[in-house]
């Protein structure tokens, strides 16, 4: 059984005209999505700014009521339940946000921080809980004495050291990893991924991982699925679509990977999408990609492809593969 099955998932945004209209169209940012994160594997999610992916890792662990689709975690559906039936999985299902800046509270110590889901939970309380804090805190790199004092005093690497402790506290099953080092130095990439790594291996953790640096996901995901204007392209394990990736949207994402070598990077040739991207609020029929594809073909005005299996566990959304 895989620990999360995602089917047909679908998150609309209303769009409203004027302040005392109505709903007058939907912007559709998650758009029938489906997928399944086996256990222990990390799953990435990559594409452009604005096609979904944070949607999908909201709506997952249900910050975001679906419009429509399954959410099964272990075999249980979630989408429907309320948030006093939800208040158990909470615990097993964290997420780890972009922003180390924004996602902790600067009101509160780093001993609150992380220990209000412990509070939450009813977990623990007195020494063990201060105890629980200072073990999860030396787990991901900080120190005993940090837990007193306040965001405001660290810097971006250890502030989101703080939101993974905060994560890992309840010890979860299932993390949707954020983009968890954009906002971070590249000297501190590395490390934060290592941790990550290195807490999953420990824990027996499992990930969504969301992320707009290419070579960081292939270093990290088992399995990646590419994503364009709310939907799946295209999903592979990690060295196939990087080795192999068939549609010409991943295509052209791989083609914009820097390369080390100048020799080498002079040889390889830039795949350039040009044309128009077009509005989540009114999408076009056929498929979505059309207005950019440089081998559009008359199926892909009216028909909308689906993902189909184009080699042994290698799916890709095109007409013409």
């Not at 399954?70 to 979630?78: A, E, K, L, Q, V």
């Not at 080498?264 to 830039?270: F, G, I, L, Y």
Request: charged share 25%; with cysteine.
């Amino acid at each position: 059984m895989p620990m999360l099955e995602v089917r047909g998932l679908k998150k609309y945004f209303p769009v409203y005209k004027g302040f005392f209209a109505g709903k007058v169209q939907n912007v559709k940012a998650v758009d029938d999505v489906s997928f399944v994160v086996e256990r222990g594997e990390t799953f990435g999610l990559v594409g452009e700014s604005g096609c979904g992916k944070t949607t999908v890792g909201r709506t997952i662990v249900r910050l975001y009521n679906p419009t429509d689709g399954r959410i099964i975690y272990d075999g249980t559906d979630i989408s429907d339940l309320s948030q006093k039936e939800l208040l158990p999985y909470r615990k097993e299902l964290q997420m780890i946000f972009q922003d180390p800046f924004s996602s902790l509270d600067a009101r509160m110590t780093v001993g609150d921080i992380v220990g209000e889901a412990i509070d939450i939970h009813g977990l623990a309380s007195g020494t063990e809980r201060t105890e629980r804090i200072l073990a999860m805190l030396d787990r991901v790199g900080l120190r005993k004495w940090h837990i007193n004092r306040y965001p405001h005093e660290f810097s971006g690497g250890q502030r989101q050291r703080i939101g993974i402790a905060r994560a890992l506290v309840v010890e979860p099953s299932f993390i949707v990893c954020d983009e968890p080092i954009s906002a971070l130095d590249v000297s501190i990439q590395a490390q934060v991924i290592n941790m990550l790594e290195d807490l999953q291996d420990n824990m027996g953790l499992t990930y969504l991982f969301i992320a707009h640096d290419l070579s960081m996901v292939k270093h990290i995901s088992t399995r990646i699925g590419v994503m364009y204007l709310g939907g799946l392209v295209e999903t592979a394990e990690s060295n196939e679509l990087y080795g192999n990736p068939l549609h010409p949207y991943t295509k052209s994402l791989m083609s914009a990977i820097p390369i080390p070598d100048p020799d080498e990077a002079a040889r390889s040739r830039r795949m350039i999408l040009k044309g128009e991207i077009p509005s989540p609020i009114d999408t076009p029929p056929g498929c979505k990609f059309k207005t950019r594809c440089p081998n559009v073909a008359p199926a892909c005005q009216n028909e909308r492809p689906e993902l189909k299996e184009a080699a042994p566990n290698h799916f890709v959304a095109c007409h013409l593969i």
